[in-house]
């Protein structure tokens, strides 16, 4: 048995295609391709349109129709979600409403009707729990006494109360439904348990919409059918009053009649609101909005009132109404409630304040839909008039800053209104700010808005000026951190944008003197990071930052998953331009580096997406301390002991330490022991990666290192750990899918690839490493000039040339793969895969080894085992057929 010789050179130029130099790109313009292109026949199959072979005019006309699709698509989309967005915005906001107010745990039952407790079981309190609350408030005890629902009953009979009416309207009960549906508008009066009336709002206008709905089908229903039951009209879209007949219009004034008699002023206001789009009996319905406005001002109690006018901003967007005016009152009517409510004195006990917090919160809401509402449809033309109904503008066009504004409603009013106002009135608004100084909100976030809405357009440099430097004269009194910071982060934008380097380094020497003295809390860690990212993001250079001595004590001083984002900021911008060179640099970025790998939060991730252990990877992989190669090597031993808990670390630092010896290795200078130091560093670190297929990979990597710089014990040993490593891998994996069976195979490839060049152990014999393996697989052989350093390292085939034992030491290990082949096929349980196995295996054979009988006897029991499991007209078959014959037919020749 004996291979044959090759000549790899004339292989290669014997199956390489002719080539002919191209004079144009093949994806070029098709009006400059020449007479060699191919000719595409069109045998009019639609089903696939090649976009490289379509002409200029075909592929515009294809584009415009595209475009045509799209916009009818997106109109019938928009238009679709034009109409479904109020009523989907009020699900939404609804749900936001209970979700941020969510109800307590437990309902006092003295603050509820019987209706609620109707059938429901009731709980006595806590002894404990009891006591407690006597000692708070001894007369509110009293008052309340001891019985409570759960916060899931309360809310479960407002359901049920909901189907209720719904049952009995098909029931033809309307009595019923509307005595019921008064009740539920009742509870709107209790606002005992303030925390408890967002949902109890959301529930009960569910219920009033639901009732209106349902009244509306009815008198529609009348209007179109007659006393006999058959259907005489339809009503057009835009129906008037005289469309319809006197039968629905005393429907409908039975309605509004009842509704009319119900004593208490809320419950009235409500249901008379949900009947509002029965356009019945007027061709202007808004005309009573005004005086349900007025009516709303008889609601003595300020958190009942504020939702009445929101229900009534829901209502007037149902009508699909442009008319603001009523809204605008709401609002002027806020103002009054607010500071009705902010003016309240404290009492003895000192807990209204608390209590007026939780009040004028609640109310946030409904002061942020109805500002919402009215600048749905406002232009910027209109705006002018908006702001002078509100008092708040001298004329059409300048927005009057000397008078205050209840600071929420200012708020309010300035997240909705245009950015152009906004920015043409900026120092305008500040005034306003200035002036709006009340409880009902904090100031700082007024101005932290209007930091952030300036941030919408460029302003001028001189209106930015002006602001800026109101606002950090203002800022500079706060004494408090978290305030300081919010209004900060709001123009640190601006700040940098316009290159004012005073304002910024005043404000990172603010922040450092009120961290350093009040220390940071974790509320404020968030907007710190805000700050100092976007510094971050501004700078290009990491020099620039590492030159803000206030920056670096900032950081110091965070910590948690803040300091930990921020960290990542400055590794990303550091391995942003490559390689890094600078000693101070490199320092900087390990220190950043310890501190992130320091974070408990961070030392819990274990998954892939372990970004900070990604970047810190990258960064290591990209130091480059230049000639200083034993202190790069240093450097990485450093890294090693610093960040042992990465796995993708581990790898990069063995790559470096390979790429640290073949750079010795170029260099004129040997540096043996310093190759020698990279090696063992290598093999210090490779037996901790725990992916084992990248450890095979990398003991593989080091051992070619190692051979190229004439280290053969050194490679000896690495090869023996990868044989061990593959063994391992083998036993552990278990059945491997055929993805991670590619990637073993290519590193086993590589092993074979790699012992062609490595020198037989003198005490085992040359074929020691392959017998270890035990895998049957084809030498692959690889370009010795890439592997071997002949001044060095001398092949088998010249340290033991012409010598009869290696001859027969080889033809014993040829015979015994071989043998391992033939079994391995024949094992195979897929005939078709067995089949081609085959078939591969009689080609590979038959032209590495020079005929003879016990190769052809090999070759042929294969071909068998082709011809068992596929059809003898097979075309590989009868392909290696006919090749086995050219070969019998040459080797007799000669």
Known sequence: MEFRPRNYIAEKEAHALPRVRADDHPLSAPSSLTHRQVEVVDHGDMGYLDPLRRSDNNAAVSIEDLEVIESNSVVGVSGEATMLNPSKEWVSFKRSLMQRFPVSKTVL????????????????????????EELEDPEKFAEEGGKVITGQEYVSRLHELKVEINHAWHADDRVTSLKLSIKVAKLLMDTSILQCYPTLFAHA????????????ERIKLKAELAEDGTKFCWLPENFVASDIC??????????????????????????????????????????CLQRLVMMTRGLADPLASAYCRLYM???????????????????????????????????????????????????????????????????????????????????????????????????????????????????????????????SFDQCLNYR??????????????????????????????????????????????????????????????????????????????????????????????????????????????YGSSQSIVNMHILDMGIRNGYIRDPTTIQFLFEISQALHDDENFVNVKDDSNQPARLISSFVSLVDYGSEMESHLTFLVECRAAFGSIHWLKETLVRSSNCLAIKALKDGNRHISFIKSCIAFSEVTLPSISAQTKQLNLYLETAEVALFGGLVSHSDGLIDSAINSLQILEVMDGPRTPVDADGVLSSIQKLFSLLVMVPGNPEHGITYYPKNLGVACQFSVMDDTKNEDKEKVLGNGLLFFGHPSYLHELALMCKFVLQNLVDTIQQEPSMAARGIMALEACNCIASSFIPSQEISSICSNLIETGKSCMSTSHPYLQSTIKFMDHLVHSSVAV
């Not at 039952?109 to 407690?132: P, Q």
């Not at 409908?252 to 419950?267: D, T, V």
Request: charged letters at 25%.
């Open 109 to 132: 039952t003295s603050s509820i009707s019987d209706v609620m407790v109707k059938g429901r079981k009731t709980y006595d309190k806590s002894s404990t729990n009891m006591h407690l």
């Open 205 to 216: 206008t569910d219920i009033m919409d639901m009732l209106g709905d349902m009244v509306w």
């Open 246 to 287: 006197s039968n629905a219009k005393e429907t409908c004034n039975n309605w509004f009649s009842k509704i009319g008699a119900i004593r208490e002023l809320l419950p009235r206001i409500y249901l008379e609101l949900a009947l509002l789009p029965l356009r019945y009996l007027r061709d202007r319905p808004l005309d």
């Open 313 to 439: 901003a829901h209502c007037i967007r149902k009508l699909h109404s442009h008319d603001i005016g009523c809204l605008l009152t709401c609002v002027n009517d806020f103002k009054i409630l607010l500071m009705r409510v902010i003016s309240t004195t404290e009492t003895t006990h000192g807990n209204l304040t608390g209590q007026k917090r939780l009040l004028i919160s609640l109310m946030e809401p409904t002061i942020d839909y109805i500002m919402k509402c009215i600048f749905k449809n406002v232009s910027e033309r209109q705006v002018g008039s908006v702001l002078m109904e509100l008092g708040l503008g001298s004329n059409q066009v300048e927005l009057r800053g000397k008078f205050p504004c209840v600071a929420i409603v200012l708020h309010h009013l300035l997240k909705q209104i245009p950015s152009q106002v906004v920015i043409s009135s900026a120092m305008e608004i500040v005034h306003l700010i200035e002036s709006s100084n009340d409880d």
């Open 449 to 558: 808005l209007l930091g952030f809405r300036l941030c919408e357009r460029r302003s001028e440099m001189e209106t930015v000026n002006a602001v800026v430097d109101k606002v950090i004269q203002v800022i500079t009194h706060y004494e408090g951190l978290d305030e300081y910071l919010k209004v900060v982060d709001a123009y640190v934008d601006i700040l940098l944008q316009n290159h004012m380097d005073d304002h910024l380094n005043s404000i990172l020497e603010g922040i450092l003197s009120r961290a350093c003295s009040q220390g940071i809390a974790e509320d404020e860690l968030a907007t710190l990071q805000s700050i100092l990212v976007k510094f971050l993001s501004y700078y290009e250079d990491l020099e620039d930052i590492i030159a803000m001595t206030p920056f670096l004590k900032i950081l110091d001083l965070m």
